[in-house]
């Protein structure tokens, strides 16, 4: 199918941002409107609504629209630094650091404070660990960053195995729980620290996004036109794994965000990473705000692990989506 | 670079997930509205006389039946936090299970005051009830309630003093087993019975054994409190183990099949919990009344397993 | 405008020695081919020339200063490379793609100017592919892909274009397109250096020819002076036919067969 995109331009970018904030503003005030509480934004508002509203619900909407923008713009900059689209934030390691830490931390007992710290304490071991292994020669090397992820990840499974097979039950369902992913409702101080972090860690990545443009011709294709590919490789693994670090250690291992999100924008909006950054960062935030709205509601007062609202979306989704790569690509 | 990155990004996790400011819940006062998640609890508040302040259950808490139309907050890891905030609860009583933990923190920042309760052990639910008298007011009804269960068991085994010990498996889950061990309260109750409970150095109040484990301590009576469905066997029946013909327990007919309800969860009828195990394991002493309605009461019995 | 040095130049990969002792030079307007058996270190020449192997001794010089010592964006607008084959993993148009050839010119992280645009459709034009500018890459030709890539090097407005077998894998047609505009290029003044396979094509469309074996410098002239038999058969090993064509005024060049050898010497 010929494409007549045009080229993008700052004027485009703002436009079609403006419009995904705009529904991801949507998605918040609907998820905000709903839950197993009865409590609205509108009208009178009690003492115990006012909690629940401001407390519990509003914090935990904005948390999630905060993790699935991590975990969108993680997707992202790993699928172009990987160069392939099946890429998701897990692939490279970190978040079984991130699950190991967190399954030790809550077996040692430190609280629900050391919980998360353990978790990205972690994940951040994980990633200097493996950037070491993947780095020949002073090069990073993505093929092996590639393998030593997964290596690393199905180590820690084993692992994580091992623990469920000797702690007692109590303690076994406490780890199931913990790595199914679910979105906790947090302290604002808590959601500003992550959100906060998270913009830190973002902002680089969105400066990096026309070299990711120019990396979809090869590293040496990308060298030649003057683009320091080992700095931009390098920074991206330590970013994306830092977003992708902060997700896990508060809400577990969410699925299919990282993954779905960037393709589903690749096909409205075009592979320019210029515009499909921010914009994975906005359609993130608004698919998990959504998801997580259907994991409080549908069995209220019990909730589905979000993991299995996205789960469910995204994998019929992206079965569909290789059918259709399949017939309309043919060699690349 | 990394290790700046690991401790910047250590110190901003650390910061937004500070301790979080002392329980603003107000102190002293019994509470009046009162969530309970832990199914032990509801049947202690009800031995209280406090059912009447429960306001809202958890998932599990089947008992007292009366409880059935409350509103329901979901399980002891994820309680609702909007309906236990809409209910205006003044206090939350759930397990100390770490799996609790995070959320018994959030409910604390929300000003709702959460009681964290052993009820695992024998010992622990006693204490249990009379943290739990204690805090509502009512600490002398809840010591006299825990001395007449513990004088109630501590009378069974009196009269099991003299007899020979039988040795005593009690399965509490299949595939794979789990049995009660050193700790829990089922192991209490059968040393009370004039039991030897096999499982006694399995390092954990539940605990897995293997099978072949379990095969070659030779027991001579098995209670099975495995079976959760509602229309599940109850009675004496060899059942899953008749294929092992040489163990006491199966050629000298005392596989018995109990509701788990009945005996899984520690709670106020551990006396006559004391009191059936003791008949199973000493029938030719305690009699065999109620040997084969293992059920819960109203239900039938079905197939053999 | 552009004049690329190299002298003395050596590279050794894990356990060979690929360059030896390399001295070439390549002047402005000039088109310069690289030719030589599989093996003999062209397109480790073109990795040391463009920047991607900094681990070479001796020197490698563009307008005076030394690869080594360019910023890799200044680089990029003075140095232009068109690989062999490029694999493209997302499905940019090519417009697209050609403008990726202005990003060394482009500052900050901004988007490309309406004067870039301009600049990759001319580009574009000038490789007679203009209707492709719409077109997913993906979904063109290997010679309509080539004739993209060719043009994004020329958005680079490089002074140096460095090719690399550009025309491998073309077809006759858009082989002679591309070595006209490649000709083009040079008389207006841009520095070439292509490595090719083609022994006719160098003899058309080269100026000079420098002949590699076991990654050291042959023959180094003019194209009369070295496409001899002579020369050819020291570099390739094998017997070629070589004449001056009265139709194109160049040399041609006839690989013998075997059947043709037992020809010509039946005793052997």
């Known amino acids: ?332 | 670079m990394h290790a700046a990155a690991w401790l910047a990004g250590c110190a901003v996790v650390v910061a937004c997930h500070a301790p979080t400011p002392p329980d603003r819940s107000a102190q002293g006062s019994p509470p009046q509205r009162i969530v309970v998640i832990a199914p032990a609890a509801a049947e202690m508040l009800d031995a209280l006389g406090a059912a009447d302040r429960i306001v809202g259950v958890g998932d599990f808490v089947d008992r007292p039946e009366f409880l059935a139309g409350l509103p329901r907050l979901g399980a002891y890891d994820a309680p609702n936090l909007e309906r236990i905030l809409e209910l205006r609860a003044d206090l939350v009583v759930t397990s100390d299970a770490v799996a609790s933990a995070p959320a018994a923190r959030r409910l604390q920042a929300l000003g709702v005051e959460v009681l964290a309760l052993e009820t695992d052990t024998f010992e622990g639910t006693l204490r249990a009830l009379e943290t739990l008298g204690a805090r509502l007011g009512l600490a002398d009804r809840a010591a006299a309630r825990a001395a007449s269960v513990r004088a109630a068991v501590e009378d069974v085994g009196r009269r099991a003093a003299g007899l020979a010990r039988r040795r005593v498996l009690c399965v509490v889950g299949r595939d794979p087993l789990f049995v009660a061990g050193p700790g829990s309260h089922l192991d209490v109750l059968i040393a009370a019975a004039g039991g030897i409970n096999v499982a006694r150095d399995v390092g954990a109040p539940y605990a897995r054994m293997s099978v072949e484990t379990a095969l070659e301590r030779m027991p001579e009576v098995i209670v099975e409190a495995s079976d959760h469905r509602p229309a599940a066997f109850r009675g004496r029946a060899p059942g899953l183990w008749a294929a092992w013909e040489f163990l006491p327990a199966v050629h000298e007919g005392r596989v018995y099949w109990i509701d788990p309800d009945r005996v899984v969860v520690p709670g106020m009828r551990m006396g006559e919990t004391a009191e059936l195990l003791a008949r199973m394991i000493h029938p030719e002493a305690f009699g065999e009344a109620g040997l084969e309605e293992l059920g819960a009461p109203g239900t039938a019995g079905a197939e053999h397993p | 405008m552009a004049r690329l040095e190299l002298s003395d130049v050596g590279y050794s990969y894990r356990d060979r020695r690929a360059l030896d002792g390399l001295s070439l030079a390549v002047r402005s307007g000039e088109v310069v081919g690289l030719l030589g058996p599989n093996g003999s270190g062209k397109s480790t020449v073109v990795g040391v020339v463009s920047g991607t192997r900094r681990g070479y001794s001796g020197s490698v010089r563009l307008n005076d200063r030394e690869i080594r010592d360019w910023p890799p964006r200044e680089l990029a607008r003075a140095m232009a490379v068109v690989p062999q084959e490029t694999s493209f993993g997302l499905p940019f148009s090519a417009l697209e793609v050609v403008l990726l050839g202005r990003h060394p010119h482009l500052e900050g992280l901004g988007f490309e100017s309406a004067r870039d645009v301009a600049i990759a459709r001319e580009a574009l034009a000038r490789c007679g592919a203009e209707d492709l500018a719409g077109r997913d890459i993906v979904e063109l030709s290997a010679g309509e892909r080539q004739r993209v890539v060719f043009a994004r090097a020329l958005a680079q407005q490089p002074s140096c274009l460095v090719l690399d077998e550009p025309a491998s894998f073309l077809d006759i047609r858009h082989q002679v397109e591309l070595y006209d505009r490649v000709r083009e290029l040079a008389d207006s003044g841009i520095s070439v250096l292509t490595v090719l396979h083609d022994l006719n094509l160098a003899a058309e469309y080269c100026d000079r020819l420098v002949l590699l074996r076991n990654g050291r410098v042959l023959a180094d002239g003019p194209t009369a002076e070295v496409f001899t038999y002579a020369r050819l058969r020291e570099c390739f090993d094998t017997e070629v036919y070589v004449d001056l064509h009265d139709l194109t005024g160049k040399m041609i060049a006839i690989p013998m067969s075997g059947r043709v050898q037992r020809r010509l010497r039946p005793r052997e």
Not at chain 1, 17 to 38: C, E, M, R
Not at chain 1, 50 to 75: I, N, W
């Open chain 1, 1 to 332: 199918m010929p494409s007549t995109r045009r080229p993008p331009t700052a004027r485009g970018l703002g436009v079609r941002a403006a419009a995904l904030a705009a529904v991801l503003l949507g998605a918040i005030v609907l998820a905000a409107s709903l839950g197993a509480g009865h409590a609205r934004p509108w009208g009178a508002w009690d003492e115990s609504a006012r909690a629940v509203l401001l407390d519990v619900r509003l914090p935990r909407v904005l948390l999630a629209a905060v993790l699935g923008a991590l975990l969108s713009a993680a997707g992202t900059v790993f699928q172009a630094l990987l160069r392939n689209p099946l890429a998701d934030p897990y692939v490279l390691g970190v978040s079984g650091g991130a699950s190991l830490g967190g399954v030790v931390a809550l077996l040692l007992g430190v609280g629900a404070v050391g919980v998360p710290v353990v978790s990205f304490a972690g994940a951040l071991a994980a990633l200097v660990a493996i950037e070491r292994i993947a780095t020949v020669e002073g090069r990073l090397n993505v093929v092996t960053l590639l393998l030593t992820g997964a290596i690393f990840n199905a180590f820690v499974g084993a692992a994580i195995f091992l623990i469920e097979s000797v702690v007692s039950r109590d303690e076994l369902h406490a780890v199931v729980l913990y790595l199914l992913g679910r979105i906790p409702s947090p302290s604002w101080g808590a959601l500003a620290g992550t959100a906060a972090a998270g913009a830190l860690a973002t902002i680089p990545l969105l400066a990096m996004t026309r070299a990711y443009n120019v990396m979809s011709l090869g590293e040496e294709g990308a060298a030649q036109l003057g683009v320091d590919v080992e700095r931009v490789k390098r920074r991206t693994f330590v970013l994306g794994s830092v977003l992708t670090a902060l997700a896990v250690s508060a809400s577990g291992l969410i699925g299919f965000v990282g993954l779905v999100v960037p393709h589903i924008l690749r096909r409205l909006l075009g592979p320019d990473h210029r515009v499909m950054l921010p914009s994975a960062i906005l359609g993130g935030a608004t698919f998990l705000v959504l998801a997580d709205l259907a994991a409080r509601v549908i069995v209220a007062p019990a909730e589905l692990p979000v993991g299995v609202i996205t789960a469910l979306i995204g994998g019929p989704f992206f079965l569909a989506l290789l059918r259709r790569r399949g017939s309309s690509h043919g060699a690349a």
